[in-house]
């Protein structure tokens, strides 16, 4: 069972026409030892108006950087932040530093995105 990704009404994804589903590309870090991976999402809509909302509208969005589920709820227990070191362009000794946060639907897919082990690994969707 999936969820309009604007107001979370129960939908089945046989009956939603293509022209209520909206397709992204993104990247997704598996755990905190590996590269980011290119995945595609589909994203499920009850009504047009619903969807028009969820492209239009300017509120943040967050999604969890294991499962990709949009997290309606920021908890302060499941966000992590921290700062990663990039070598500038043409440069081989001098470092930018960004500050990174990723926000956690849930304490599983944190201590996914932490686990080391090889079964940390997502099926794709």
Known sequence: M???ESCGKDLDADQV???LTYQVTKTRRQSVLEQHQSIRIIYYFCSPKCMNYFLTTEMPRFWCPVCDKLIQELKEDLIY???IDRR???ETSHFKHIHVTY???SPECREKF???EEDAIFPDD
């Open 114 to 116: 932490f686990s080391p």
């Open 88 to 90: 500038l362009p043409g």
């Open 2 to 4: 999936l969820k309009c």
């Open 81 to 83: 932040r921290t700062r």
């Open 17 to 19: 026409p293509r022209e």
């Open 103 to 105: 926000y956690f639907c």
